[in-house]
């Protein structure tokens, strides 16, 4: 089970609420994971109220599911629900690399570099860290556009997908996503060369690595 750091005392509802989001989003969390609201509580160091608060949220934006009165499951997304996260990343993931294009700066691109080189070190030998690193990529490149909606929404979809991109990092061959050939490196090529459409290209075959995971799902359902 995940040990989550302990809060301060300000804010707490919220505070706990973006702590577990974030957690699921890093995949901290596996599909599938029971998670109990005392234990939670006591990891954060706060009382029961909070947590159960920020549970109920989680619950009602299908990041958590309710199966019954005090039994929260991390989701198990089936192979459509990933088809659908997949079409919209693609959609607005894309759009905002090719506004990134034209608004990132030098620091904004060297900081995502640095990201890329850690995730590939991370792939080898940390699923846990090569997922959290191949979040940070994608949120960076997200705040480079400066589409702000654009950012919140899909956040949405990672929260949902966080535990399974770990599953993704764990069972894909390490060759692949260690290599100087990873799509993220065609990502960074196309902004320095403020490329829009090859950027916008880049990100959306990156995604389409997914399609490794809804293959996984189907087998993991067949069998």
Known sequence: MSVLPQLSSENLSSRVY????????DGEFSPGERLRI????????T???PVREAIFKLVSERALEMRAATAIHVPTLGPDDLRQIQLMRMALEGAA?????????AEELDRLS????????????DAALASKLNTDFH????RAAQMPLVT?????FWVMMGPLLRTFHTEIPRREISSRNHKHYQVLRALRKRDPEAARIAI???IRWSDVIIAWLEKQNAS
């Not at 690399?97 to 700066?105: D, F, I, K, Q």
């Open 18 to 25: 973006g702590r577990i989001r974030t957690a699921l989003m």
């Open 38 to 45: 005392k234990d939670l509580s006591t990891q954060l160091g």
């Open 47 to 49: 009382s029961i109220t």
């Open 97 to 105: 690399a090719e506004r990134a294009c034209m608004l990132m700066t």
């Open 114 to 125: 640095k990201i890329q080189d850690a995730f590939v070190v991370a792939a080898s030998t």
């Open 139 to 142: 949120f960076g490149l997200l």
């Open 152 to 156: 919140a929404t899909v956040e949405n």
């Open 204 to 206: 959306q075959a990156d």
